[in-house]
C-alpha cells in the first residue's frame, strides 16, 4: 500500500466524510466500514460520487441484487481485481450466493473469457440476423 | 476476416462436424447455425470441445439459463468482444433480458470496470473479513 | 482512421523515414511497406525506436522466428488487436505456420485465458514448489 | 485466499476427485497435485472439464508441448494471472525452456503488448493483403 | 450496432432526456449530440449519471482539462476502445493537443503497455522505498 | 518471485549491464538501481533496449515528464500492474504529483475505464464527424 495515503477511520473523518460513511452504514444495515471507502476518503469527491453511483446502481429493479453482485464479481475476475473479487464475493454471499452458485459463476467467466478469444483470434464476422431488430 | 479460414456451411461439412451442428441445432431448437461455429469447424476438436462446454456450463443449473448469459455479456463487454456481445445479448433476448434489464447489465459492468481500477490504483488491502470463514 | 493522420507513403517519406522504410524492405527482403510503419511515420522517433525493436527481437535466437510469431499471435489475440491478429497471421503463415498450427494456438489462447481466470476466480495460491530454484 | 473454498487434499477426495487426480499424476508422471486442481475440487464438474481440456489441448500435435507452454505463459504474463505464470513457467522448464529462451519470450510479449496499442492508438487500417487468400 | 437499441435524436428525447442534453451542449459549448449520449439515452438513470460523473471529473482542478483527456484517450487506447479513442481524441484536439503531443501520448502508452508485462512475467518485487512514505 | 531469477546486484554485474546502471543512475541523478533493472538484467538485450526506450520517450518533449508520468501511471493501473503503479507513482511524486492530482489521476482513470465498457456494450458507432480531418 502506498503508505502515504492513509486509511481514513471514522474517528479521524471530516463531517463531509463521515456523512458518507453514515449513508453507508446505514443503507447496508452494518456498523463497520470496509477499506475500499476508507481509501477513497482520501479523496472526498472520488468517495462521494462513487458511493452515490454504487448506491444508484446496485439497488434492486429490473436486475436482483444478487445477479448483480454476480456481474460485479464477473467483471473483476475478469481483470484480476482482487480487492474487489473478496469484497464482492462476500456481498454476493450476504445475498445468497451458494458455493454451487459461485462455482458456475466461475464456469461461465472462464468459458466466457476462452470463447471471446476464439473469435477474436478466427476474426468471425458477426451473423447478420444477431444485428436486426428481431433479434433483440 | 482471414479469407483463407472460411466459414464451413453444413453442406460442405464432414460426418464429424454435421454431429456438431445438429446437436448444436437440437438442443437451440433453431434450424441454422451461427458464425461462431463455422468458422471453429475449420479445427473439428475445437469445434467439439467448445460445444461440449458450452452446452455444459450454460445448461440450467444453480444459476438459471438468463442469469448464465447476463454474466457472458458482461465479461465479453469487458473484453470488448463484438461478436460475443452480439451473439450473447441476441440469446439472452430469447431467454427474456427487457431493455431494462440489458441498462442495468451495463450500468454494472461500467461500474464495476471503474471500481477496479479505483481498488487498483489506491493499492488497497483486503479487509480482513473479508477472509475469513464468516464471510462466505 | 484519424484522418488528419494520414499514412505515409515512400514517395512522400523525408529521407529519415525513407531510411527505415529501406531497412524494413530490406530485412524482410519485400519490396512494400504495410500500413503499420506508414502510420508510425507521423513520428519518426518512434517509427525508428519501434523498428530498431521489432528487428531485433524477433530475430532469430534462443527461440526461432516461427515460435516467436506464434507469441506475438498469442498476445494480440489476448487484445483483441485486429491489425496486429492479421498482420502477424501473414507473417507467421510466411514463416511456416500451417492450418493445423493455427487451430492449435487458437485452443491454447483460449485453454489459457479461460484457465487465468480461474486462478483469478478461486483466488488460488502459488505451490510453494513453484517458488523453489529447484522449479526452474 | 477463500477461506471457505477451501484445497481439497487427495485424502479427502470424493471417488470423482480422485479418478481425476489420479489421472493428472499419471499423465504428468509426478505424484502430487498442484493447488489448481484442489481449488477445482469444490466444483467437481469443472475441474473434470478444465482437466480434460488442458489434456487434450496440451498434448503434443501440430505444435510441440514446449512451444505450446510459451504460448500459454505469454497470454498469462498478458492478463497478469501470478498463480498461471508460476506454475506454466515451471511446466516450460520441465520442458526444455532455457533461460535465454524465457528471456526472448519475455521480450516479444512485451512487444507485442505495446505494438498492439500503437496500432490501436493510430487506428491503423487491415492492409488488403493480410485479408486476402495469398496472405496465408 | 444493436438496432433495437436505437439513437435518442433530440426531437424524440423525452424532457428529462433533453434536460441532459441541454446541459451537455451548455458546458461545452456546442449544438450538437454526439452518439455516445444518444445511445446512453436509452436508459436515462445512466445517461444523467454519467453525464454528471464525466461532467464533475474532467472539469479543471488540480490537473489542467488537456491532461486529463490525455489520460482518458491513454486507457481507452489500453482498451482498445475505438468509439473513445475517436471522441477523446477530437476533445483533446480542441484543447490544444497538437501532433506531437499525440505521438509523445502514444510512445507513452505503448512503453508502459511493454513494461506492464516485463515487470509481470520476471514477477518483480516492489522495491521497500517505494512503499515508504518518504516516496510519496 | 521466480527465485532462480536473481535479482542482480552491481557488484556482481557484467561491464555490459554495469553500463546501463551507470547511464540509469547518472541521468537520473540518483545512486541506486531499483528492481526492474535488476531483474532485466538477466537479460542483457533487454535491459538495454527497454532503458534506452524509457530514456528516450520519458525525456521532456512536447508533453513535460509530470505528464507523461500521469499517463505511465493511468495504463498501469489500468493493467492492475502493482509494481508499475508503485515505482511510477514514486517517480510521479519526484516530479511534482501532490495528493489532489492523484485523487483526479484515479477518477479520469475509473471513469475511462467504465465508459469503455459503455461504448463497447451499446455498440455505438463513431460519429462522423470524429473522423473528418477537422476534428483533429
Not at 473523518?13 to 458518507?20: K, T
Not at 476518503?41 to 445477479?67: C, F, H, V, Y
Not at 456481474?71 to 473483476?76: E, L, P, R
Not at 458455493?99 to 476464439?118: I, K, P, Q, S
Request: aromatic letters at 8%; proline letters at 4%.
Amino acid at each position: 500500500m502506498l503508505t502515504s495515503m492513509p486509511l481514513i477511520e471514522y474517528a479521524d473523518a471530516s463531517p463531509e466524510i463521515r456523512a458518507v460513511y453514515d449513508d453507508i452504514m446505514a443503507t447496508r444495515g452494518v456498523d463497520w466500514i470496509n477499506n475500499f471507502w476508507k481509501a477513497l476518503a482520501n479523496d472526498p469527491a472520488t468517495l462521494r460520487r462513487t458511493w452515490e453511483s454504487i448506491k444508484q446502481i446496485m439497488a434492486p429493479g429490473a436486475l436482483d441484487p444478487l445477479t448483480k453482485e454476480l456481474i460485479y464479481v464477473a467483471v473483476s475476475v475478469t481483470n484480476n481485481c482482487d480487492y474487489c473479487l473478496h469484497s464482492h464475493t462476500a456481498s454476493a454471499v450476504t445475498k445468497g450466493m451458494t458455493d454451487a452458485m459461485f462455482g458456475e459463476l466461475m464456469a461461465v467467466v472462464a468459458l466466457a473469457n476462452g470463447n471471446n478469444r476464439l473469435a477474436n483470434g478466427y476474426a468471425i464476422e458477426v451473423d447478420e440476423r444477431f444485428r436486426t431488430p428481431l433479434a433483440r
